[in-house]
């Protein structure tokens, strides 16, 4: 039984495309053409996970940890892609803005995560899951139309480690 922890960098985003308006309100994008969002986000993150080693052989042990995380965002871009709406002119142009900020999402975000691994002596390669937990849709005016409503992380990742 371990306790793991550390302090991790962690890209997070998506790209969705759909038909405008996407769920949103205000008519930013022409009805009903193809749009696409693209949206990045860098995250300082501290997982604090439980951890148990299940012996398989002298050398090879099955890996099993679980347990919150916390992060900040700390940058990051999102672009939205397609027939925008600028008063009474139509233009297909992309506009970008910050992926945190007053109109973008909120920079603090916590979940779950957990993971599987074989470690093979100082070699361990593993699996993981985060499931955010908190709604990091903003609060204010929303710029870009994925954002509406609720917006929550959620992360899969393959791991290969060496310990010293």
Same mark, same amino acid.
């Given at each position: 039984l371990f306790l793991q922890s550390g302090l991790a960098f *962690?890209?997070?985003?998506?790209?969705?495309?759909?038909? !405008?308006p996407l769920g949103f309100s205000e008519r930013i994008l022409y009805p009903g053409k193809e !749009?696409?969002?693209t949206s990045n986000q860098l995250y300082l993150q501290v997982p604090v996970y439980v951890g148990y080693k299940i012996g398989i052989s002298s050398s090879t042990k099955l890996v099993l940890t679980g347990g919150p995380y916390f992060a900040h965002g700390i940058g990051g871009k999102s672009?939205?892609?397609? &027939? /925008? /709406?600028?008063?009474?002119?139509i233009d297909y142009s992309t506009l970008k803005e910050p992926t945190f900020g007053?109109?973008?999402?909120?920079?603090? &975000?916590?979940?779950?995560? *957990?993971?599987?691994?074989?470690?093979i002596g100082r070699t361990i390669v593993g699996v993981s899951y985060?499931?955010?937990?908190?709604? /990091?849709a903003p609060t204010g005016l929303v710029y870009f139309p994925f954002y509406n409503g609720s917006y929550k992380n959620?992360? !899969? *990742?393959? *791991?290969?480690?060496y310990k010293f």
């Open positions: *962690s890209m997070k985003g998506t790209r969705v495309e759909g038909a !405008a !749009a696409v969002l672009q939205l892609t397609g &027939d /925008i /709406i600028y008063g009474d002119m007053s109109r973008g999402l909120q920079s603090l &975000d916590y979940g779950i995560g *957990s993971g599987i691994g074989v470690e985060e499931l955010g937990l908190k709604n /990091i959620r992360n !899969a *990742s393959l *791991s290969l480690e």
